[in-house]
């Protein structure tokens, strides 16, 4: 997997690439944590390149939502692939998440 | 051996899950698997097999267990998860509670939903000092 970072005024916008599962998901982690570390509390993950996620992935994502939140700010997802829709809807993940059709729309999300 | 009939021997180190995806892709690409099928059978193996290697075994030392894919003439897969560690039956977990909000909502038990949903059969036996998880799923291929 790999991960591009941007900025949009306070938003971090996180781009991923690849597959996010057990041996990658730790990656995602440390880089979430940096960014809270930093000051950072609203990211937008950009999945238009994420082709699979599981458990693992799931994971990193329900916690940096959850710590984004406790820090006043929260996540968005943008742009998922028909795959990782699949496992987010099954996760029930549609439901407790921000998930917008474009990156554009998940920063505007965040206010 | 036939090409609807693979098995793969892995350690329990995490670092074999690149193996699993590799042998998945092996079994699944020559066959034309539909993408929502494949997806399954990765989701669901990386799941069970993740479940053997941080869970399983109690007592140091490499491990070794194995996963099969197998597919009938009905167009069933089969996935066979075996392992010799102690006996768990990872499908006893209680069931997620999709519809709690977001500061509720746990990940753990997440994995062994998604194996379930997706699916058709999920079993657990314990045989022969030996965990087998077996999961089916009828598939789709791409014309």
């Not at chain 1, 699949?86 to 407790?96: A, D, P």
């Not at chain 1, 474009?102 to 206010?111: N, P, R, S």
């Not at chain 2, 990386?46 to 491990?63: D, K, M």
């Not at chain 2, 996963?67 to 977990?93: C, F, I």
């Amino acid at each position: 997997m790999e991960i591009t970072e941007t900025k949009q005024n306070s938003v971090v916008v996180l781009a991923l690439s690849g597959r996010l599962d057990g041996l990658t998901s730790g990656t995602l982690e440390r880089k979430v944590t940096d960014c809270a570390a930093a000051g950072t509390n609203k990211i937008v993950f950009d999945c238009t390149k994420l082709v699979y996620v599981s458990s693992a992935g799931l994971r990193v994502f329900l916690t940096s939502a959850k710590k984004m939140k406790a820090a006043g700010g929260g996540a968005a997802f943008a742009a998922l692939t028909p795959a990782v829709n699949e496992v987010f809807e099954l996760s029930g993940f549609t439901g407790v998440l921000t998930v917008r059709a474009t990156e554009a729309e998940a920063i505007t999300a965040l206010g | 051996m036939s090409a609807k009939h693979q098995v793969l021997t892995l350690r329990n180190d995490v670092t074999e899950l690149t193996r699993l995806v590799e042998f998945v892709d092996a079994f699944c690409d020559p066959l034309q698997f539909s993408e929502p099928d494949k997806l399954a059978l990765h989701l669901s193996l990386e799941e069970a097999v993740t479940n053997v290697i941080l869970h399983g075994y109690q007592t140091p030392g490499p491990h070794n267990f194995t996963v099969s894919l197998s597919l009938d003439g009905d167009e069933r897969l089969t996935a066979v998860v075996t392992d010799d560690a102690p006996a768990y039956d990872p499908l006893a977990r209680p069931a997620v509670d999709l519809t709690l909000p977001l500061e509720q909502r746990e990940i753990g038990g997440l994995g062994i939903h998604l194996v379930k949903k997706m699916m058709d059969v999920a079993k657990y036996e314990r045989r022969e000092d030996r965990n087998i998880l077996t999961l089916e799923r009828k598939i789709r291929r791409t014309p």
